[in-house]
């Protein structure tokens, strides 16, 4: 059941029992682009420990910080294509984001398929919340990515905050169905 926003559009509750949740249309004050409008949404958003909602906007390979109103307060352009899955962690009582770009994106214009011809640029970087690139993953030495493609869609991370030991793991859902163990310092151990 849909009902009026205090700004005027729609807005709709989801959820049951104590996990209700209204879903409000014209929420986030989005950049505008045909990507924007024609465009999908996408499920990587993070929220920070003041607040504000993390995101990436797929058109503008652009970072997207929003306050709780909705209303975007920073934006930094990335030289990821498609960052796909985004991880938010702290470190030493610092916020970094971790992304997991596949390395190609589809478009509108494609039908939402990869375009012909493209190549994989697949990584994994760890930003400071002002879009500072302060580490990025090899992309695993294994026999398969010679002539296959390397195409991270997620990260996690064992925070030491939470009693882990810092290593960082790397779903390879796009490409060949692996994950990659790494240690904090960025150092490859191993695959599954």
């Known amino acids: 059941m849909g009902f009026l926003s205090d700004s005027g559009g729609m807005m709709t509750r989801v959820g049951r029992g104590k996990h209700i949740y209204e879903w409000i249309d014209d929420w986030a004050k989005v950049p505008d682009s045909i990507g924007a409008r024609d465009g999908w949404s996408h499920h990587g958003i993070v929220v920070s420990k003041n607040g504000d909602i993390i995101t990436y906007h797929q058109e503008a390979?652009?970072?997207?910080?929003?306050?709780?109103?909705?209303?975007l307060k920073h934006s930094w352009e990335t030289e990821l294509l498609d960052a796909h899955g985004m991880t938010l962690v702290q470190d030493c009582g610092t916020e970094y984001l971790w992304l997991a770009d596949p390395g190609r994106k589809r478009r509108f214009k494609d039908r939402y398929e990869y375009p012909v011809g493209t190549v994989s640029k697949g990584r994994v970087v760890k930003t400071t919340l002002d879009g500072e690139t302060v580490m990025s993953l090899p992309k695993p030495c294994l026999s398969i990515y010679v002539d296959e493609d390397y195409l991270p869609t997620w990260v996690a991370v064992n925070e030491e905050r939470n009693g882990g030991n810092g290593d960082v793991w790397v779903a390879d859902g796009y490409g060949q169905n692996y994950v990659h163990r790494y240690s904090k310092e960025g150092d490859y151990i191993l695959s599954i």
């Open 61 to 71: 390979s652009t970072v997207l910080i929003f306050d709780p109103k909705g209303n």
